[in-house]
């Protein structure tokens, strides 16, 4: 008990440790997201719909990086949060250094693989012949910033384990910043079009990535070693274990943005509106979508440390407060993101540039009928985060796969067999309702085990 009333995490109140450690993760959440939207904003406005289209079939490219980063960050905050909240300070130093080492190597090779394979790669994530030059382009400069993208990316969720949550967030910031300022010098201003937005886009990602390698030389809860930083199988094993669930998640997201990719190439061919159109929308609006996804899932990362610590110390009433209150916080952004998605679709859209009438038609009809079940969707990821943070991976990681695996995936394939291009659309707001009811039914089943029912 001395380690829960000397840490914080186990004393001040759930409300302030959740704001504490959540709008940092909101930030960087929101961080990520802008890198790709501001790109999409220069590129819309000053390259064309195009070149939002090439923005789209890279995604996957991102999302793949983000899943690395995911994998190590994740796993490590949760793992030394765990450690420390046992008072196993001398382990912890050890998922820090091999985290950092894994997210550079990871990098490094997806850098590798993808310079000499383009593409095919940018062909199998749904390029169509028009699009397929633009996302050349852009990718190929994109992928000299992986190994300090993935690095600062990760290494925020380290730095904030670290009980640095303001750093997090300036990691962020500086570099969404200098994306922003330099996407409007380089496309506005020079008018370099995709190769401006893939440059500014890696300098702002290098500029935070040697910003998260600078704060590693002060940790604060233990001093990192050189031996830290040796890859252990073992060390490397207990991140995983616990870094799963999110990377299937972001794994899970690259495969049916391929999938959708594919699909709306396809079954758009046979409509009004042509290949390339249903691909560009459906590019923008998951990337709008994102942006309201960045509240839950920044919500559920700082939810991490306090439920991680909580748990460790077998403190289980702050436990299920600190995930009540972050469920209420994350319906409140759903529903709200809801109401402007149906109401406000068409002047959504058309901040990304304009387009013909059938392009803002289509858009309009997405944004309505894909996301009609985003109200019922915080709850996926708080769920399967909450598991991963308590030390139960694989039920976070079954959780990670319901929607967009179990459920979504299939239905983008199947239903437009039988309902044509809408069936498309009407994958979103089933596999909403499914996922929901899934895990909704096992975290009931767990909060009635005797240690929370007694709390």
Known sequence: M?????NPLGTEPIGKLLRKFAIPSIVAMLVGSLYNMVDQLFIGNFVGPLGNGATNIQFPLSILNISIALLCGIGAASTFNLAMGRGETEKAGYYIGNAISLMLIGGFVLLIVTELFLEPILIGCGATENILPYAVEYSRICALGYPLFILSAGGAHIVRADGSPNMTMAINVTGAVINTVLDFLFVAVFHWGMKGAAVATIIGQYVAGFMV?????????????????TPSLAIIGSIAALGTAPFINQIAMMIVQI????????YGAQSIYGSDIPITCAGIISKVNGICFSFVIGISQGLQPIISFNYGAQNYKRVKSAFYLALKLAAIITFTSWACFQLFPRQIVSIF????????????KYFRIFLF????????????????????PYKGIFMSLTRQVLFLAPLIIFLPMIFGFNGVLFAGPIADALSFTICFILVRKEFSHPEFKEA
Not at 213 to 222: A, S
Not at 373 to 381: E, L
């Open 373 to 392: 079940g985003i109200f019922t969707a915080f709850f996926q990821p708080l769920a399967s985060n909450f598991f991963t943070s308590i030390g139960k």
């Open 259 to 266: 999938v959708m990719n594919h699909v709306m190439g396809h």
């Open 353 to 364: 540039g304009t387009g013909d009438e059938l392009y803002f038609q289509f858009c309009e």
């Open 213 to 229: 390698l600078f704060y590693l030389r002060k940790f604060k809860t233990v001093k990192l070693e050189k031996q830290h930083f």
């Open 2 to 6: 001395t380690t829960t009333i000397q």
